[in-house]
């Protein structure tokens, strides 16, 4: 698991096609690697890998089909830069939201501008993940944790801080860039549970009646 706060921007160093499949090398003399050792987790561009390979400044990952179907994986190049973050320990602050790492779609930049010192991005979501994205809520973007400050039909907009447009691979994105995107894993499960028959012993179930009248949601 992951909080979607970005420890440090890496490289891309190598990228080795094995077996239909590829091997991802990452540069990263800015991330700490003392504490990480083989079969670890470093989300990588919001995609969690597992550390396959390790060096004093570099770590390599085998990212399977599924993975470069699901995310952009596939679409990087020698030296294009990446967001990382190391899998969080129980102590560790949870400064962003609950990520997995497990990338859903991938979204595109369709507009950017300015506001201020901030730079706001419109994104256009997959219409299958649409309807897991609400206002102020949170979304993760390449791996970094951020929140959805206004939707409209094809997806959302975000404004971006200073701070977090220096400390991740955020200056890179403009029209046309794709990112990958993950959806708050609470509204998955939330889906899935009001999917699920009432139960044979409790005859209970959470449905959009009982959401609406526990103050969960609003009639539209």
Not at 92 to 119: C, M, P
Request: charge should be negative; include cysteine; proline fraction near 3%.
């Amino acid at each position: 698991m992951f909080t979607g706060i970005i420890e440090a921007v890496g490289q891309v160093r190598r990228l080795e096609k094995r077996g239909g499949d590829l091997r991802l090398s990452i540069a990263c003399p800015d991330l700490d690697l003392r504490d990480v050792k083989l079969g670890d987790s470093i989300a990588t561009q919001g995609v969690c890998l597992t550390v396959v390979d390790l060096e004093a400044d570099a770590y390599a990952a085998d990212v399977s089909l599924e993975s470069l179907e699901r995310s952009t994986l596939g679409r990087l190049r020698p030296g294009q830069a990446v967001n990382l973050e190391k899998a969080l320990l129980p102590t560790t602050r949870l400064g962003g939201h609950i990520v997995s790492g497990h990338v859903d779609g991938i979204g595109d930049i369709v507009e950017t501008a300015t506001r201020g010192r901030a730079l706001v991005f419109r994104v256009r979501v997959p219409v299958a993940l649409r309807r897991y994205i609400a206002e102020k809520g949170s979304i993760t973007v390449d791996g970094i944790s951020l929140t959805t400050n206004e939707l409209y039909d094809e997806g959302f907009l975000l404004t971006i801080v200073p701070h977090t447009i220096h400390s991740t691979a955020l200056h890179q994105w403009q029209v046309g860039t794709a990112v990958n995107l993950e959806v708050d894993v609470l509204a998955r499960y939330l889906e899935r549970l009001m999917q699920q028959p009432a139960s044979s012993t409790t005859g209970s179930a959470i449905t959009a009646e009982f959401l609406l009248e526990n103050g969960y949601m609003r009639r539209s």
